[in-house]
């Protein structure tokens, strides 16, 4: 009986067209989704430049897993509906009764269903296969057809979660009848994936995050997470342990599900009801007798099919409709769910590096942002609902006859869809209400939530009802209309992967708008709003055309609904079709005017060509002579209504070469500029698409000669679609580089190799080594200068503050504007900024240097932490390396972007970086960042504005490690040593966690090319592990000598070769290895505790045995593993039981370890260390004892993580 | 008002040719549409309750071109299709509400009193809170003429309504339809020459989509009279008469003999008996008509 039922299953599937459908559909996302990774687009867009093998097993695994996501929205009309449909074809009375089994009969029903999305999945992995190698993929991004890759991903995790949502599923529309209710429970199941996915980030969850994932991406990313470059190209996925538990539990919580279906499921007439009440007593029901003749003497009413009554009749059945949508258990789910999904997302929102922000308005709405996909999935599926309830539920022969207008029922359902958008907006409005309620924060802006939600963002809903009631109309399959909407709306933003990149020509798509306290929607809506009207009339031009094929009766094909579609096409309707498709192509032909003819708009591809053409036309200039900026004087008008900007400026040069001078090149920006030299010249070269021109002076620039260069600049018009200045209403922040011309060849070159090699560019060794004696005439911050004197007068609206680099010389109010005039009274780079707003400032002393911050009103929460930050950081600074070389200090807040940049005494600080941080007062020791980046700002005073690297490799350790250094050891001082495990932890994970997506190559940290992982995160870890080896005084002693040796010092600029050789100085022999593996390679450790055991003593002491394991490797750029230094030096382990040896680089390591205890510190458990000392460590397997004081509960090797270890959890134990 | 169809055509994607040529004149009273499952009854009444186009051919009712307007139809309609559902979760009440507004009349209170009519009508006022979706057959079918006769139709169309109903409910069902369809044209198809035969003053017989005969059942009873025959046979020698005879029925007796009724002008032997025409006689005798001529 299985039998018959199984095939007689696959032979209905098999026989559908829609099968084979969703098959092409799926086959050709694949084929596109892997052919454009592996560069098909490259020649109609920009290169796919990567050193990553896009088919390894990783890529694999990722978009194969990716693409089957999409197929959980099958499961409900193939998995749930199997034995829903005997239901709804009323088969179920006469089946039930046949002699099969219950088992028979579920298993034939559940597993031929299995096989036949098994079935559509394999055309994912078939259309990846065709699409890595189709022609016109790039050769080097793609490796041989690797079988195993596939069918790992397709066996581990496709087959398995297929099995575990398909129970699910097959649950509850079993169970509901109701095939809604199983979409509904796939967009709850992919909300609990994306709360696992939030635990990923913290280390300590990862373990169980990774066992909990249904889905196993995340056990995969237990052991991929910091896999390198090459690893990622060569490794397939580990099947070990953590894979196999997941994968193991949620087959076996499948089971489950399946053997609870199998207990409740009965062979009866009625849908399994879930009901929170005792049943009603039972009535028995007998019919009366009513044999006799009735009267008919109907009540007279009144009929009435006007316009207006036909409006009224319209709202009254959306209200029938949209209960029909609200009153189900599963929508009401959706509601209640997405209420705490939402919830525990706005405690992530606007958190950085752990710690939290206060909860405005706009980040609760920000955090609201994971409930989009729920929302356009409720449209999709209900638009489906609702189009073809009538149909499903069999009146349409009843509704379809009455005189109700077509158009009345077509909006109605528009209508109630809208609604049904509404309620679920709404849902983040409360749980934004009820976060920021619960955090007792009362400052609730009702106002911006209306607007945002009902307002802006509903419009964008609006318009996708629009497609997803055409799309549905014009199917009338709501399930495969749905799939089809999903395939569209995940779609349309990857068009840009294939060269189409404007918003016009991807539906529903705009310009975006962002929101932040000081300047609000900035200029942002009136462009949003114009693509989204644009958006609606074309959602309205397809609407009109769903509504001529809305079906009415029952038409017996295509052909006869396109006959009915051309009678309904007559006026009023031509008039109205024909009116709003202008309406939308004029809109569209606005835009497209504004946006590619009366402005040049350049798309990837040409931009990455205007980069080729740049560098063959122009790199010849680089080595050219130039002369150098050695003051700049420049006015600046900002019209902050207006946005606009008017500048004019003086820069003197002069010829610091031993050379003639005779042509200046002048490489400035897309705004309305004049130039004029104080020498006489002609203009030998006008480059006006590169603003580049080239200058010949009459008679040659003789060393020592100077040079003035007088210039004025603006801002061509603001248009709607184009803002032509970087000035906004309130809180503008603009440095020189964005306004002002400079000289020389700037670089901007192309830097992926294969990229290049495709344009016949020479390979791009990005920058220069340290040792290159000859490549160190420029500073990495400016080409052009090196320090300049600088002086400056800004004028702005009267009720705004302007700032700038130096001190207030004079400040003055005319013709309704206020000018400030700044001046600087030392050297400073050529590197300053602008910035304006109505401020609040708050002002403080440390020693005789003025510290203020400008800030926005309202945004009080942390001037004390930055108070603080400033003093402690100028501090250390001065007492460890030198003095501080300005009177004055600014903090000026500018509104968002999440940074903060340190100029000379003046620190734009973003107000979404610190200014809303809920990090006060906080006692568990949670990083204060607020703190942390001001300290780091405050160090980059020295650490780049008076000691500035060459523009070589290795250049940004000189500044940014050196500040985040700063920041550590500053922290360090106010938590206390133990405290900094914490904040290394986090910078060991980002680093090896972002160091998996370089693209080109990691060098070692004193070689870096820039990355941020390396100067940030590794170069604070080396250097806080290097003041640990060889002492933080002896450290800063050799730092401070070295500052004295370089600071503001001219050509020839200081390397990190330079900075090195200082610290080697004063390093003892025995330590020299730690400069060689954490500055001049890349070298990690592999740590671990092997066993643990205490005994206690007589003499109340304790005896620890701790058996560890340390071992060492290098890596080279892409991430390859090297055990040995030389060659055949590596030494090797093999541990008890195992076959494989544990390789090393030879060690003679100076290593920690710690033996822990805890306290009871206030009701608060709190770790005491007992023991901490490094140990000489020459072999990879060690035991040692140790005495200790206390009863001890945990030992670690590496107990802090101060070194490079990609396991940091192993390196501790508990006793 | 008169309901005339003339020339209407309408052939499946399928291939099958549901209507064919048909033309029908059809008065004020009750119209029985009777014939075989498959005859093409539902497509005509779809066709003419305007949810399907027919490919060629003209209807009018009064003067409503109904393939034309559409809309005037259905106000004035009410229609009854052979299978229909309910939405789930509505009660009997709410649902009427529902099909009131579609049909126009949009004064709450008027809505109220005349559901409250029709429910009392169809006597499901008792029910009228529960969801519909849980009626018996025969509740469902009553329902279907409460939401019928909100618009206060002059042309009412029933699929097959009694089908599947107990004796009581059908008697019950016809009694309500003949009450309603005392002042107007209601078009009435079944399977069952009884129901017919009870209510209509008009009938036609429909197969393979053309009209066979159209009359009064009176009349054409009495056409047949002295024309019909019957005669005890066993059951062996059916196929003998039957060869021998033009047999409309036959109906076993309880000793396992056979009744066999027989069209003839005169008495065909002298074992017949004159019997009264009876309308079954009609349907078989226009259906036999019909019949294609085996191919030799």
């Given at each position: 009986?299985?039998?018959?039922i199984?095939?007689?299953?696959?032979?209905?599937w098999?026989?559908?067209?829609?099968?084979?459908?969703?098959?092409?559909?799926?086959?050709?996302?694949?084929?596109?989704?892997?052919?454009?990774?592996?560069?098909?687009?490259?020649?109609?867009?920009?290169?796919?430049?990567?050193?990553?093998?896009?088919?390894?097993?990783?890529?694999?695994?990722?978009?194969?897993?990716?693409?089957?996501?999409?197929?959980?929205?099958?499961?409900?009309?193939?998995?749930?509906?199997?034995?829903?449909?005997?239901?709804?074809?009323?088969?179920?009375?006469?089946?039930?009764?046949?002699?099969?089994?219950?088992?028979?009969?579920?298993f034939?029903?559940?597993?031929?269903?299995?096989?036949?999305?098994?079935?559509?999945?394999?055309?994912?992995?078939?259309?990846?296969?065709?699409?890595?190698?189709?022609?016109?993929?790039?050769?080097?991004?793609?490796?041989?057809?690797?079988?195993?890759?596939?069918?790992?991903?397709?066996?581990?995790?496709?087959?398995?979660?297929?099995l575990?949502?398909?129970?699910?599923?097959?649950?509850?529309?079993?169970?509901?009848?109701?095939?809604?209710?199983?979409f509904?429970?796939?967009?709850?199941?992919?909300?609990?994936?994306?709360i696992?996915?939030?635990?990923?980030?913290?280390?300590?969850?990862?373990?169980?995050?990774?066992?909990?994932?249904?889905?196993?991406?995340?056990?995969?990313?237990?052991?991929?997470?910091?896999?390198?470059?090459?690893?990622?190209?060569?490794?397939?996925?580990?099947?070990?342990?953590?894979?196999?538990?997941?994968?193991?539990?949620?087959?076996?919580?499948?089971?489950?599900?399946?053997?609870?279906?199998?207990?409740?499921?009965?062979?009866?007439?009625?849908?399994?009801?879930?009901?929170?009440?005792?049943?009603?007593k039972?009535?028995?029901?007998?019919?009366?007798?009513?044999?006799?003749?009735?009267?008919?003497?109907?009540?007279?009413?009144?009929?009435?099919?006007?316009?207006?009554?036909?409006?009224?009749?319209?709202?009254?059945?959306?209200?029938?409709?949209?209960?029909?949508?609200?009153?189900?258990?599963?929508?009401?789910?959706?509601?209640?769910?997405?209420l705490?999904?939402?919830?525990v997302?706005?405690?992530e929102?606007?958190?950085?590096?752990?710690?939290?922000?206060?909860?405005?308005?706009?980040?609760?709405?920000?955090?609201?942002?994971?409930?989009?996909?729920?929302?356009?999935?409720?449209?999709?599926?209900?638009?489906?609902?609702?189009?073809n309830?009538?149909?499903?539920?069999?009146?349409?022969?009843?509704?379809?006859?009455?005189?109700?207008?077509?158009?009345?029922?077509?909006?109605?359902?528009?209508?109630?869809?809208?609604?049904?958008?509404?309620?679920?907006?709404?849902?983040?409005?409360?749980?934004?209400?009820?976060?920021?309620?619960?955090?007792g924060?009362?400052?609730?802006?009702?106002?911006?939530?209306i607007?945002?939600?009902?307002?802006?963002?509903?419009?964008?809903?609006?318009?996708?009802?629009?497609?997803?009631?055409?799309?549905?109309?014009?199917?009338?399959?709501?399930?495969?209309?749905?799939?089809?909407?999903?395939?569209?709306?995940?779609?349309?933003?990857?068009?840009?992967?294939?060269?189409?990149?404007?918003?016009?020509?991807?539906?529903?798509?705009?310009?975006?708008?962002?929101?932040?306290?000081?300047?609000?929607?900035?200029?942002?809506?009136?462009?949003?709003?114009?693509?989204?009207?644009?958006?609606?009339?074309?959602?309205?031009?397809?609407?009109?055309?769903?509504?001529?094929?809305?079906?009415?009766?029952?038409?017996?094909?295509?052909?006869?609904?396109?006959?009915?579609?051309?009678?309904?096409?007559?006026?009023?309707?031509?008039?109205?079709?024909?009116?709003?498709?202008?309406?939308?192509?004029?809109?569209?032909?606005?835009?497209y005017?504004?946006?590619?003819?009366?402005?040049?708009?350049?798309?990837?591809?040409?931009?990455?060509?205007?980069?080729?053409?740049?560098?063959?036309?122009?790199k010849?200039?680089?080595?050219?002579?130039?002369?150098?900026?050695?003051?700049?004087d420049?006015?600046?008008?900002?019209?902050?209504?207006?946005?606009?900007?008017?500048?004019?400026?003086?820069?003197?040069?002069?010829?610091?070469?031993?050379?003639?001078?005779?042509?200046?090149?002048?490489?400035?920006?897309?705004?309305?500029?004049?130039?004029?030299?104080?020498?006489?010249?002609?203009?030998?070269?006008?480059?006006?698409?590169?603003?580049?021109?080239?200058?010949?002076?009459?008679?040659?620039?003789?060393?020592?000669?100077?040079?003035?260069?007088?210039?004025?600049?603006?801002?061509?018009?603001?248009?709607?679609?184009?803002?032509n200045?970087?000035?906004?209403?309130?809180?503008?922040?603009?440095?020189?580089?964005?306004?002002?011309?400079?000289?020389?060849?700037?670089?901007?070159?192309?830097?992926?190799?294969?990229?290049?090699?495709?344009?016949?560019?020479?390979?791009?060794?990005?920058?220069?080594?340290?040792?290159?004696?000859?490549?160190?005439?420029?500073?990495?911050?400016?080409?052009?200068?090196?320090?300049?004197?600088?002086?400056?007068?800004?004028?702005?609206?009267?009720?705004?503050?302007?700032?700038?680099?130096?001190?207030?010389?004079?400040?003055?109010?005319?013709?309704?504007?206020?000018?400030?005039?700044?001046?600087?009274?030392?050297?400073?780079?050529?590197?300053?900024?602008?910035?304006?707003?109505?401020?609040?400032?708050?002002?403080?002393?440390?020693?005789?240097?003025?510290?203020?911050?400008?800030?926005?009103?309202?945004?009080?929460?942390?001037?004390?932490?930055?108070?603080?930050?400033?003093k402690?950081?100028?501090?250390?600074?001065?007492?460890?390396?030198?003095?501080?070389?300005?009177?004055?200090?600014?903090?000026?807040?500018?509104?968002?972007?999440?940074?903060?940049?340190?100029?000379?005494?003046?620190?734009?600080?973003?107000?979404?970086?610190?200014?809303?941080?809920?990090?006060?007062?906080?006692?568990?020791?949670?990083?204060?960042?607020?703190?942390?980046?001001?300290?780091?700002?405050?160090?980059?005073?020295?650490?780049?504005?008076?000691?500035?690297?060459?523009?070589?490799?290795?250049?940004?350790?000189?500044?940014?490690?050196?500040?985040?250094?700063?920041?550590?050891?500053?922290?360090?001082?106010?938590?206390?040593?133990?405290?900094?495990?914490?904040?290394?932890?986090?910078?060991?994970?980002?680093?090896?966690?972002?160091?998996?997506?370089?693209?080109?190559?990691?060098?070692?940290?004193?070689?870096?090319?820039?990355?941020?992982?390396?100067?940030?995160?590794?170069?604070?870890?080396?250097?806080?592990?290097?003041?640990?080896?060889?002492?933080?005084?002896?450290?800063?002693?050799?730092?401070?000598?070295?500052?004295?040796?370089?600071?503001f010092?001219?050509?020839?600029?200081?390397?990190?070769?330079?900075?090195?050789?200082?610290?080697?100085?004063?390093?003892?022999?025995?330590?020299?290895?730690?400069?060689?593996?954490?500055?001049?390679?890349?070298?990690?450790?592999?740590?671990?505790?092997?066993?643990?055991?205490?005994?206690?003593?007589?003499?109340?002491?304790?005896?620890?045995?701790?058996?560890?394991?340390?071992?060492?490797?290098?890596?080279?750029?892409?991430?390859?593993?090297?055990?040995?230094?030389?060659?055949?030096?590596?030494?090797?382990?093999?541990?008890?039981?195992?076959?494989?040896p544990?390789?090393?680089l030879?060690?003679?390591?100076?290593?920690?370890?710690?033996?822990?205890?805890?306290?009871?510190?206030?009701?608060?458990?709190?770790?005491?260390?007992?023991?901490?000392?490094?140990?000489?460590?020459?072999?990879?397997?060690?035991?040692?004892?140790?005495?200790?004081?206390?009863?001890?509960?945990?030992?670690g090797?590496?107990?802090?993580?101060k070194?490079?270890?990609r396991?940091?959890?192993?390196?501790?134990?508990?006793? | 008002?008169?309901?005339?169809?003339?020339?209407?055509?309408?052939?499946?994607?399928?291939?099958?040719?549901?209507?064919?040529?048909?033309?029908?004149?059809i008065?004020?009273?009750?119209f029985?549409?009777?014939?075989?499952?498959?005859?093409?009854?539902?497509?005509?009444?779809?066709?003419?309750?305007?949810?399907?186009?027919?490919?060629?051919?003209?209807?009018t009712?009064?003067?409503?071109?109904?393939?034309?307007?559409?809309?005037?139809?259905?106000?004035?309609?009410?229609?009854?299709?052979q299978?229909?559902?309910?939405?789930?979760?509505?009660?009997?009440?709410?649902?009427?509400?529902?099909?009131a507004?579609?049909?126009?009349?949009?004064?709450?209170?008027?809505?109220?009193?005349?559901?409250?009519?029709?429910?009392?009508?169809?006597?499901?006022?008792?029910?009228?809170?529960?969801?519909?979706?849980?009626?018996?057959?025969?509740?469902?079918?009553?329902f279907?003429i409460?939401?019928?006769?909100?618009?206060?139709?002059?042309?009412?169309?029933?699929?097959?309504?009694?089908a599947?109903?107990?004796?009581?409910?059908?008697?019950?069902?016809?009694?309500?339809?003949?009450?309603?369809?005392?002042?107007?044209?209601?078009?009435?198809?079944?399977?069952?020459?009884?129901?017919?035969?009870?209510?209509?003053?008009?009938?036609?017989?429909?197969?393979?989509g053309?009209?066979?005969?159209?009359?009064?059942?009176?009349?054409?009873?009495?056409?047949?009279?002295?024309?019909?025959?019957?005669?005890?046979?066993?059951?062996?020698?059916?196929?003998?008469?039957?060869?021998?005879?033009?047999?409309?029925?036959s109906?076993?007796?309880?000793?396992?003999?056979?009744?066999?009724?027989?069209?003839?002008?005169?008495?065909?032997?002298?074992?017949?008996?004159?019997?009264?025409?009876?309308?079954?006689?009609?349907?078989?005798?226009?259906?036999?008509?019909?019949?294609?001529?085996?191919?030799?």
């Amino acid at each position: 009986m299985f039998s018959t039922i199984f095939f007689h299953e696959l032979k209905f599937w098999l026989k559908r067209p829609v099968t084979y459908i969703y098959m092409a559909i799926f086959f050709v996302i694949a084929v596109f989704m892997a052919a454009t990774t592996a560069g098909i687009f490259d020649s109609i867009t920009a290169t796919t430049g990567s050193s990553r093998i896009v088919n390894a097993p990783l890529g694999v695994n990722g978009l194969f897993n990716g693409l089957a996501i999409l197929i959980f929205f099958l499961f409900p009309s193939i998995i749930g509906a199997s034995i829903n449909r005997d239901f709804k074809s009323e088969m179920h009375s006469i089946l039930y009764s046949y002699p099969f089994t219950k088992a028979n009969y579920l298993f034939a029903k559940f597993f031929s269903a299995i096989v036949v999305v098994s079935l559509i999945v394999m055309t994912i992995g078939v259309g990846m296969v065709i699409g890595y190698r189709l022609p016109g993929t790039n050769a080097d991004l793609v490796m041989p057809f690797d079988f195993q890759s596939y069918l790992n991903t397709y066996w581990l995790f496709i087959l398995p979660n297929i099995l575990l949502f398909g129970a699910i599923v097959f649950a509850v529309v079993t169970f509901s009848r109701n095939i809604a209710a199983g979409f509904i429970t796939v967009i709850l199941l992919l909300f609990v994936q994306r709360i696992t996915d939030n635990f990923l980030y913290d280390q300590d969850y990862r373990y169980l995050a990774s066992l909990f994932d249904p889905f196993g991406s995340s056990a995969v990313s237990y052991y991929t997470r910091y896999w390198t470059v090459y690893e990622q190209n060569e490794l397939h996925i580990p099947i070990k342990e953590v894979i196999i538990y997941n994968r193991l539990l949620w087959l076996g919580i499948a089971s489950l599900i399946f053997g609870i279906v199998f207990k409740l499921f009965s062979f009866s007439q009625n849908a399994m009801s879930f009901s929170f009440f005792r049943k009603k007593k039972g009535e028995r029901a007998t019919k009366r007798n009513f044999g006799g003749i009735v009267k008919i003497d109907l009540p007279k009413v009144t009929y009435d099919y006007s316009f207006i009554q036909n409006l009224k009749a319209t709202w009254k059945i959306t209200q029938v409709e949209f209960k029909y949508i609200v009153k189900s258990w599963a929508f009401i789910s959706i509601v209640l769910v997405g209420l705490i999904i939402v919830l525990v997302a706005l405690s992530e929102a606007g958190s950085q590096v752990g710690a939290s922000s206060y909860p405005r308005t706009w980040l609760m709405l920000q955090g609201g942002g994971i409930f989009v996909i729920a929302i356009n999935i409720c449209t999709f599926l209900y638009a489906g609902m609702l189009v073809n309830r009538s149909k499903i539920a069999n009146i349409n022969g009843l509704e379809d006859v009455t005189p109700i207008p077509n158009w009345s029922l077509f909006a109605s359902k528009f209508i109630a869809l809208v609604l049904m958008q509404v309620l679920l907006l709404s849902v983040i409005m409360v749980a934004g209400i009820l976060f920021q309620l619960y955090q007792g924060y009362f400052d609730i802006e009702l106002g911006l939530y209306i607007k945002e939600l009902f307002g802006l963002k509903l419009i964008n809903y609006v318009i996708w009802a629009f497609l997803a009631l055409t799309v549905q109309t014009l199917i009338r399959n709501p399930y495969l209309g749905l799939f089809v909407l999903l395939v569209l709306s995940i779609g349309i933003p990857l068009l840009s992967l294939a060269g189409i990149e404007q918003p016009l020509f991807r539906y529903n798509d705009d310009s975006g708008f962002s929101y932040n306290d000081m300047n609000g929607y900035g200029d942002s809506l009136p462009r949003y709003l114009f693509y989204k009207l644009y958006w609606s009339l074309g959602g309205l031009v397809l609407m009109l055309i769903a509504a001529l094929f809305w079906v009415r009766g029952l038409p017996s094909s295509f052909s006869e609904r396109f006959e009915i579609a051309k009678a309904r096409f007559k006026t009023p309707f031509a008039i109205t079709f024909v009116a709003v498709l202008a309406g939308f192509f004029l809109l569209g032909y606005t835009i497209y005017h504004e946006t590619n003819i009366q402005n040049d708009r350049y798309s990837s591809k040409e931009q990455e060509e205007l980069r080729v053409n740049w560098e063959k036309k122009y790199k010849k200039y680089e080595a050219y002579a130039q002369p150098r900026i050695i003051a700049v004087d420049v006015d600046l008008d900002l019209f902050t209504e207006a946005q606009n900007f008017e500048a004019s400026g003086r820069y003197t040069m002069i010829n610091k070469t031993e050379q003639g001078i005779d042509s200046i090149f002048l490489n400035y920006n897309d705004y309305d500029s004049t130039f004029k030299f104080n020498k006489e010249n002609s203009l030998v070269s006008e480059d006006t698409l590169y603003n580049f021109n080239i200058y010949q002076l009459k008679q040659t620039l003789q060393p020592g000669d100077s040079l003035r260069l007088e210039f004025t600049v603006k801002n061509k018009p603001n248009t709607l679609f184009l803002n032509n200045s970087p000035v906004i209403k309130n809180g503008t922040f603009v440095s020189n580089m964005e306004l002002f011309p400079n000289l020389g060849y700037n670089g901007g070159e192309l830097t992926d190799d294969k990229t290049r090699e495709k344009y016949g560019l020479a390979p791009n060794q990005l920058k220069p080594h340290p040792s290159d004696s000859t490549a160190l005439g420029n500073t990495y911050i400016s080409k052009d200068s090196d320090w300049i004197d600088f002086e400056t007068t800004v004028s702005t609206s009267e009720g705004q503050i302007a700032i700038a680099p130096g001190y207030l010389q004079k400040e003055w109010v005319k013709e309704g504007r206020r000018y400030f005039h700044y001046k600087m009274d030392s050297k400073i780079l050529n590197f300053y900024a602008y910035n304006s707003a109505e401020y609040e400032v708050k002002k403080d002393k440390w020693k005789d240097v003025d510290l203020e911050i400008y800030y926005h009103k309202g945004h009080e929460y942390n001037l004390k932490s930055m108070m603080d930050g400033m003093k402690a950081s100028l501090a250390y600074n001065s007492e460890n390396f030198s003095p501080y070389q300005h009177k004055q200090l600014r903090i000026v807040e500018f509104p968002s972007g999440g940074f903060a940049q340190s100029f000379p005494n003046t620190i734009p600080f973003s107000g979404d970086a610190g200014f809303i941080a809920d990090v006060e007062d906080s006692e568990d020791g949670d990083l204060n960042y607020t703190y942390a980046i001001t300290v780091h700002e405050v160090a980059h005073q020295w650490w780049a504005h008076q000691v500035i690297g060459a523009d070589v490799l290795g250049a940004t350790m000189l500044s940014e490690s050196l500040s985040e250094y700063v920041a550590l050891k500053v922290l360090e001082k106010e938590l206390g040593k133990p405290q900094m495990r914490k904040f290394l932890k986090r910078a060991l994970d980002d680093y090896l966690f972002q160091r998996t997506f370089e693209s080109k190559r990691e060098k070692p940290l004193m070689y870096n090319d820039g990355q941020g992982y390396i100067r940030y995160q590794k170069g604070s870890l080396v250097f806080y592990a290097l003041s640990d080896y060889i002492g933080e005084k002896v450290l800063n002693a050799a730092l401070k000598t070295y500052v004295e040796k370089v600071k503001f010092q001219e050509p020839p600029y200081t390397t990190s070769i330079d900075m090195v050789n200082h610290i080697k100085a004063v390093t003892p022999d025995s330590l020299q290895y730690v400069i060689k593996d954490m500055f001049e390679t890349i070298t990690l450790y592999d740590n671990s505790i092997k066993n643990v055991s205490s005994t206690a003593l007589d003499n109340g002491q304790y005896k620890v045995d701790i058996e560890f394991e340390v071992s060492k490797y290098r890596n080279d750029e892409k991430g390859k593993q090297l055990f040995s230094e030389t060659s055949r030096d590596s030494i090797s382990y093999v541990p008890e039981g195992r076959t494989k040896p544990i390789l090393s680089l030879p060690l003679q390591d100076y290593i920690d370890v710690g033996v822990f205890t805890t306290h009871n510190v206030d009701g608060k458990m709190e770790e005491k260390q007992l023991y901490l000392k490094k140990h000489k460590i020459t072999a990879i397997h060690n035991t040692i004892s140790i005495i200790v004081d206390e009863k001890p509960t945990e030992v670690g090797v590496d107990p802090y993580n101060k070194l490079i270890d990609r396991n940091s959890v192993d390196n501790r134990q508990q006793l | 008002m008169k309901l005339v169809i003339k020339d209407l055509t309408k052939t499946y994607k399928n291939g099958v040719k549901a209507i064919d040529h048909l033309n029908l004149e059809i008065g004020t009273g009750m119209f029985g549409l009777l014939g075989p499952n498959g005859a093409g009854k539902s497509s005509l009444m779809r066709t003419i309750a305007t949810l399907q186009k027919p490919d060629s051919g003209t209807i009018t009712f009064g003067d409503i071109n109904v393939l034309e307007d559409n809309m005037a139809l259905r106000k004035i309609l009410g229609y009854l299709p052979q299978s229909f559902g309910v939405y789930p979760k509505m009660s009997a009440e709410a649902l009427l509400d529902y099909f009131a507004t579609l049909k126009g009349i949009h004064s709450k209170t008027e809505r109220q009193a005349l559901i409250k009519e029709v429910l009392e009508i169809t006597n499901l006022y008792e029910m009228r809170k529960k969801y519909v979706a849980g009626y018996s057959g025969g509740m469902k079918q009553r329902f279907g003429i409460a939401q019928l006769l909100l618009n206060n139709p002059k042309l009412i169309i029933v699929d097959e309504p009694t089908a599947g109903l107990d004796p009581a409910e059908r008697h019950r069902f016809l009694n309500v339809l003949r009450e309603v369809g005392t002042n107007c044209t209601v078009i009435f198809s079944t399977h069952i020459v009884e129901d017919v035969k009870e209510l209509c003053n008009d009938m036609a017989i429909l197969n393979g989509g053309r009209i066979l005969k159209q009359a009064t059942p009176t009349q054409a009873r009495l056409e047949l009279k002295n024309r019909i025959w019957t005669k005890t046979i066993d059951r062996d020698d059916l196929e003998a008469h039957e060869a021998q005879f033009n047999v409309l029925s036959s109906n076993y007796n309880e000793d396992n003999s056979l009744n066999i009724r027989v069209f003839n002008a005169v008495q065909p032997s002298a074992e017949f008996i004159a019997v009264e025409p009876q309308l079954d006689d009609v349907y078989f005798i226009a259906l036999k008509t019909d019949e294609p001529v085996a191919a030799l």
